[in-house]
Every structure is written in structure tokens, then in C-alpha cells.
């Protein structure tokens, strides 16, 4: 117990906001299809097997867990999708994904961390429902649970999406 204690399997979850992640993902294909993309703690891989399957030309796990690396591999390889697992977040990649990891404020510089490594930020979350950082922007509300279910109060049902794109000159011409 107190091994468990000491280092929790939180990768041994489907959280409900990684579970919302890949749903979007899966609806709303366009928004990785043919990018490289990150999953940052990436957990079990749930939302790095979704943006494989929407079409990804390249999808990194990344999770400083081993256990959780091994669990992503392994859930890439029982859904026949390709996903590479590291330790190493990539020096770049088009955008990076980010799910249920802000449940603690020390986290939240993440948000400008993902900055650094990607064009665009999809991050999922349902126990924080306003980022601190501006330029993020609320695109959709899902509502998901964590498998297996942990009995969550109603308050946490909800996984809040938000989008964040570097600002270029495409950008300040009206595309996107």
C-alpha cells in the first residue's frame, strides 16, 4: 500500500478529460490529421491513440512515467496504431495535447511549456474551467467520465477544451 501510495498509477485510468480529448479528436479530425503531435503526460495514451486514428502523421507519448510509457505502447499497439512513447518531449512537433494535467496549480506552467514546443495546444480539463493564460480559448465542453468510473461529483463531468495558436503572420492576415 504504501508503494502504491509512494507512486500512484494514475496512467492505469482512462480519465474522463483524456476520455473527452480523444472523443473530440475522433469528431473533429481536422485538427491533427497530418500533424505531428504530442500527447504531454500522456498517461495511457488515450488521446495520442485518438489523434492516430484521426489521421496523424506522426504521434509521440510522452509521460515521464515508465509504467505509463509501457501502457500507451502497449494501448497503441492493441488498437493497431502507431505511437511512439518517450521520456523526452520532441524539440518541436505542429501541436501538443494535454489532458487532466492541471489538476495541480504547480502544473499550470505547462500551458506556456507546450508553448515552446508546438505551433498549437488542445488541453482538455474538467477541474479547471478558466485558464490563468489569456490566450487560450474555451472551444467546447464534453461531458466523459473516468473509466473505470470513480464516482465523480457532477462538478467534474464536464472536460473543458481549450485552443491555443501561435501567432504569426497567417494569423494577422485573417487565416487560420
Known amino acids: 500500500m504504501h508503494a502504491v501510495l509512494a507512486h500512484p498509477a494514475y ?3 482512462c480519465w474522463g478529460s483524456g476520455l ?4 473530440f479528436l475522433l469528431a473533429e479530425p481536422t485538427w491533427v490529421a497530418d500533424k505531428t503531435v504530442v500527447d504531454l503526460g500522456s498517461g495511457s495514451g488515450v488521446a495520442a491513440i485518438a489523434a492516430a486514428m484521426a489521421g496523424a502523421a506522426k504521434v509521440v507519448a510522452c509521460d515521464t512515467d515508465p509504467d505509463a ?3 500507451s505502447a502497449l494501448n497503441a499497439e492493441w488498437n493497431e496504431v502507431t505511437v511512439e512513447s518517450t521520456a523526452t518531449l520532441p524539440a518541436a512537433s505542429d501541436i501538443v495535447l494535454m489532458a487532466d494535467v492541471l489538476y495541480d496549480k504547480e502544473n499550470l506552467p505547462l500551458l506556456q511549456f507546450a508553448q515552446k514546443h508546438a505551433r498549437e495546444v488542445l488541453v482538455a480539463d474538467s477541474r ?5 493564460d489569456a490566450s ?3 472551444v467546447t465542453r464534453i461531458e466523459a467520465l473516468t ?3 470513480l464516482g465523480e461529483f457532477d ?3 464536464t472536460a473543458h477544451v481549450f485552443h491555443w495558436q501561435a501567432w504569426d503572420s497567417e494569423n494577422a492576415a485573417g487565416k487560420s
Open 136 to 138: 487560450y480559448r474555451e
Open 147 to 149: 473509466y473505470p468510473n
Open 155 to 157: 462538478e467534474f463531468k
Open 11 to 13: 496512467w492505469s485510468l
Open 128 to 132: 479547471v474551467t478558466e485558464l490563468p
Open 20 to 23: 473527452a480529448l480523444a472523443r
Open 69 to 71: 510509457r509501457l501502457a
